[in-house]
C-alpha cells in the first residue's frame, strides 16, 4: 500500500516560511525516498476569534502555492470552505482538503469532485468513521477520481479531543486511503482565551498509534517555530524532527 505523506505549515504566512519549508521537505524525500506532499491554507476561515490571523486570501495564496510548485516540484494540498473555491484553487493544488467541520456540506463536495484533484475528506469532530461513507458517497455521485478520508479526533465535552483509533479501520472498508492528522489530533479547540491550544508532545505517539490501526499515510503541520506560528502554534511540529518521525514511520 502507497505510503500517503502530507506536511506543511498551517497557513500561509510569508514566501519566505514556504520556501523554508518546501526546501526541507524536498530533502526528506531526496533522502527517504518519499514523495511528501506540501500542503498550506491560503484562508483559515474557521479560527476562533475574529482578530485572529487568516492568511493572504486565494488570489495571493494560490500564486504562492504554485511558486512552490514551479520552484520545488512537490504536490501541494489545500483546504477549501467554499464552494467556489474549488475550481481555482483545483486548477493549482494536487489535492483538495475539506476541513472537519464542513464534510457534510454537499455543494463543497460536488464542488471539488468536480475539478477532477484528490478529494481529501476530515473526518468531523462528531461523526464516526463509518458515517463517513456518505460524504465519500457524495464525492463519488459527483465524479470523484480518488478520495482519501483522514481521521483528526473527536470531541469529548468541552474544548478537548480524543481520537478512537478504531475509526482508522472503519474508513478503511470505504476508501484505501486514511490518513491519521497527527496535529490537530492533539488541539485543545478554543481552550487557548481565544484560539486553539494543544500539546505537540504527543503527536509522535499520535502517529506511531495510527501505524499500529493501518492507517496508510499521516498529515503533519509543521513550522520552524511553532511557537511563533500565527495559526494552530500548539500544535504544530518543529520542523527539524518532521525527517526522524517520518523515518521511524516507513
Not at 483538495?96 to 478529494?119: E, H, K, N, S
Not at 455521485?141 to 478512537?164: C, H, K, S
Not at 478503511?172 to 482565551?193: K, Y
Not at 505517539?205 to 511557537?227: C, R
Request: charged share 25%.
Amino acid at each position: 500500500m502507497k505510503t500517503t505523506i502530507i506536511a506543511g505549515p498551517c497557513v500561509i504566512e510569508s514566501a519566505q516560511l514556504l520556501d523554508t519549508v518546501a526546501a526541507k521537505l524536498v530533502e526528506i524525500n531526496a533522502k527517504l525516498g518519499t514523495d511528501i506532499i506540501f500542503k498550506a491554507s491560503f484562508d483559515k476561515a474557521n479560527r476562533t476569534s475574529i482578530a485572529s490571523f487568516r492568511g493572504p486570501g486565494i488570489d495571493k495564496g494560490l500564486q504562492m502555492l504554485a511558486d512552490v510548485k514551479a520552484k520545488y516540484g512537490l504536490r501541494l494540498l489545500t483546504d477549501i470552505h467554499e464552494s467556489w473555491q474549488a475550481k481555482p484553487a483545483g486548477e493549482v493544488v494536487d489535492v483538495l482538503q475539506i476541513p472537519a467541520f464542513l464534510c457534510r456540506q454537499t455543494d463543497l463536495l460536488v464542488a471539488a469532485a468536480r475539478t477532477g484533484a484528490i478529494v481529501n475528506i476530515k473526518k468531523a469532530q462528531f461523526l464516526s468513521g463509518q458515517d463517513m461513507r456518505y460524504p465519500v458517497e457524495k464525492a463519488r455521485d459527483a465524479g470523484a477520481r480518488e478520495i482519501w478520508l483522514t481521521e483528526r479526533g473527536n470531541m469529548i465535552g468541552y474544548n478537548n479531543l480524543v481520537v478512537d483509533f478504531r475509526n482508522i479501520s472503519d474508513m478503511l472498508d470505504i476508501v484505501p486511503t486514511v490518513i491519521m492528522d497527527c496535529t490537530h489530533s492533539v488541539q485543545r479547540p478554543g481552550g487557548a482565551d481565544g484560539k486553539t491550544g494543544g500539546d505537540r508532545r504527543f503527536v509522535p505517539a499520535m502517529a506511531l498509534a495510527a501505524k499500529a490501526f493501518g492507517a496508510t499515510g499521516w498529515f503533519f503541520e509543521v513550522h520552524p517555530h511553532p511557537d511563533q506560528g500565527l495559526s494552530d502554534a500548539a500544535n504544530m511540529l518543529e520542523l527539524d524532527k518532521l525527517e526522524t518521525l517520518v523515518a521511524s514511520l516507513i
